[in-house]
């Protein structure tokens, strides 16, 4: 299929997922590019995606060379090294990624403007899998307070590599109940309304638990 045939596809499992939730927030896509050409990344542009997701600052430099900066939402979803924090945060939307208190630190120091975070939490406690532990999140987000450029929007996780679809919706299932755990305080540096979690292989699963932002790639690129 083309481009604009996988965007529609994903859009409308995306539509179907939803309503079988009581959720009336839309779910943002978040069409990753990390593996992909400025010329793949626009046709996603062309076809309706309006939020473009990279995992290297490289990749974001290129992709913004070629298309600018204004021509969608751009978010980063890898892990940031707090020595590229310079060369990455002005020129991005949201980080997916906050998971150390240095690397808020080195945002408050580099941001000219407070940056939308998402603290990602290492919910199926993977050792390949970045993020903080759930039992640290509050402490956590207790430290980020003192960072004024950092504001947490909401929790980031990514689910096994497993066909085991409960164990996908109970990662997901934990990261809502935590997500909730910190909206209830209302903290003003860190609302905490939204889920970032989902990927391609399993991004409708995610919707149906609350995800508020899916991360796709594969399923959007594939021909």
Known sequence: MSISENVRLVQQNMKQ???KTDQKKQVQLIG???????EVAAELLAAGVTALGEN???GLTDKQAALGRDVCEWHFIGTLQTRKVRQ????IDVLHSLDRLHLAEEINKRAKRPVDCFVQVNVSGEES???IEPTDLHSFLHEVGQYPMVRVIGLMTMAPLTEDTDTIRSVFQSLRQLRDE???RHLPYAPCTELSMGMSSDYEIAIEEGATYVRVGTVLVQP
């Open 17 to 19: 997922a939803h309503e």
């Open 32 to 38: 990753v590019t990390k593996s992909v050409s400025s």
């Open 56 to 58: 290297r600052p490289e």
């Open 88 to 91: 990455v945060i002005d020129q």
């Open 129 to 131: 899998k970045q993020g």
């Open 182 to 184: 910190v909206a209830v």
